[in-house]
């Protein structure tokens, strides 16, 4: 699932608003020694570096490309690891922004270049006055709060400046995987929920709703550009039941198709035919376990009723729906584990995948578990590396992991078809 990287996007965006010379280098369809080259042609005074999971590694050896190349250049780092290990990352980096940094990260930039500092110069700036700054030199280390634009504050933002990516290697990707044109947006921010196995880095608790003037003025650039599907990338786009329905209503006249992650609470057959009306093709239902125990230890605020109950409803409705389940959570037994394969296994689902926890911080699985190895990360998505001793044998879980979705593959067409009878009550 490659998607044009919607945060620089907004960053761009707001640094151009600024006047501020900025370029994207999108390294998704490129090798490192390309992108080295045009960074290095270039010349930029500051670089940028947004991380994720799996990405770790990768943005390290470029801030070690830019110190050699680019001695002066001040070299900052951005995304969800950053704001979970700005310690980790201020070794590679002379600062890192945490959490959002649509205002405070654009504004350094402005009073950067306003001032005509170079990096030995940093200290000129009272850093102490950008949210989500982390800085340490030495014995001094500069730790800024975040926080979370309001959504008075986010209707003002300009839209993503989508400008500098390969629009037409994404669309072909996507083309020749699906048969649609697929790029993501983003409608809401934030979660309310605490899920134990969850820290949200970036947008926290606090759930905010963008304007749905300003989503369609997007989704209209989007067509634009050629793309005829969406990812709504939002972590609870059905939670808000009324922004849903007013959404759906808007976009059935519109000809594109959408995704999205759902809860699997609140949703009934009238809300699964709005959606399919208004063009969603699939969901996708952090279901995580086929054990109500375990939902329990995940403080998981729904039931295996509920995840029964919105497959049902979605594949009624027409809508294909894939799950995602985690399988060797602190406390469980191989007796619940085999009952999330079992349970996957029941479901109609078009599509499932198994990850082991990774106890980020700030989730409270993470104040749960020893030896972490804060070194250690995933280079692929729904890798099965345990990153803290658990009590579970890695290779008997990737072996359970991988014989269960052979079956799943195996049983896949005789469900391709199949409408089922909520089991639980």
């Given at each position: ?10 960053l761009?965006?707001?640094?151009r ?12 369809f490129k ?9 290095i ?8 570096v ?14 070690e ?15 969800p ?26 504004r ?20 102490q006055?950008?949210?989500g ?11 800024n ?8 504050e ?7 400046d ?18 649609f044109?697929?790029t993501?947006?983003?409608?809401t ?17 606090l ?6 003037d ?13 793309y005829?599907s ?48 208004a063009?969603c ?13 375990t ?11 509920d995840?029964?109950?919105?497959v049902?409803?979605?594949?009624k ?14 406390g ?8 999330t ?14 990850n ?11 104040e749960?578990?020893s ?10 998505e ?17 072996r359970?992991i ?24």
């Amino acid at each position: 699932m490659l998607y044009s990287p919607l945060g620089v996007a907004s960053l761009a965006g707001q640094l151009r608003r600024l006047g501020i010379e900025t370029r994207i280098f999108d390294c998704t369809f490129k090798t490192y020694d390309y992108v080295k080259g045009e960074i290095i042609a270039y010349h930029p005074d500051i670089v940028g570096v947004y991380s994720m999971i799996s990405l770790s590694r990768n943005s390290f050896q470029l801030a070690e490309m830019v110190r050699q190349y680019l001695p002066d250049c001040l070299v900052v780092a951005g995304g969800p690891m950053p704001t979970l290990y700005p310690e980790r990352y201020s070794q590679y980096f002379d600062i890192v922004f945490r959490g959002e940094a649509d205002l405070s990260f654009p504004r350094f930039c402005q009073d950067y270049f306003r001032q005509k500092l170079t990096r030995s110069q940093l200290q000129q700036i009272p850093v102490q006055g950008y949210s989500g700054l982390f800085s340490k030199n030495g014995a001094v280390t500069i730790n800024n709060p975040c926080i979370h634009y309001t959504e008075a504050e986010i209707e003002t933002f300009p839209l993503p400046d989508r400008n500098d990516f390969d629009h037409a290697a994404y669309q072909r990707e996507w083309y020749q995987t699906t048969g649609f044109k697929t790029t993501s947006i983003m409608t809401t921010y934030g979660c309310p929920f605490n899920c134990d196995f969850c820290s949200k880095p970036v947008f926290g608790n606090l759930f905010r709703r963008r304007n749905l003037d300003t989503v369609f003025a997007e989704i209209e650039m989007i067509a634009n550009l050629g793309y005829d599907s969406l990812w709504i990338g939002d972590d609870n786009f059905t939670l808000s039941i009324s922004y849903l329905k007013s959404f759906c209503n808007r976009i059935a006249g519109h000809n594109i198709g959408w995704t999205c992650l759902s809860r699997s609470t609140g949703i009934n057959g009238e809300i699964a035919g709005l959606m399919k009306t208004a063009g969603c093709k699939r969901v996708y239902l952090g279901l995580e376990s086929g054990s109500q125990a375990t939902l329990k230890l995940m403080n998981k605020k729904a039931t295996l009723e509920d995840g029964l109950n919105a497959v049902y409803h979605f594949r009624k409705a027409g809508i294909e729906v894939a799950a995602f389940f985690i399988v060797g959570y602190p406390g469980e037994s191989r007796a619940s584990i085999e009952e999330t394969f079992n349970f996957a296994l029941r479901l109609p689902l078009n599509d499932m995948s198994f990850n082991v926890p990774f106890p980020l911080p700030g989730s409270k699985l993470f104040e749960r578990v020893s030896n972490i190895d804060s070194e250690k990360d995933w280079d692929i998505e729904n890798e099965v590396t345990f990153v803290y001793q658990s009590e579970f044998d890695q290779a008997w879980l990737k072996r359970r992991i991988d014989q269960t979705m052979q079956a799943f593959e195996e049983n896949k067409i005789s469900r391709k078809s199949q409408i089922f009878q909520p089991a639980i009550k």
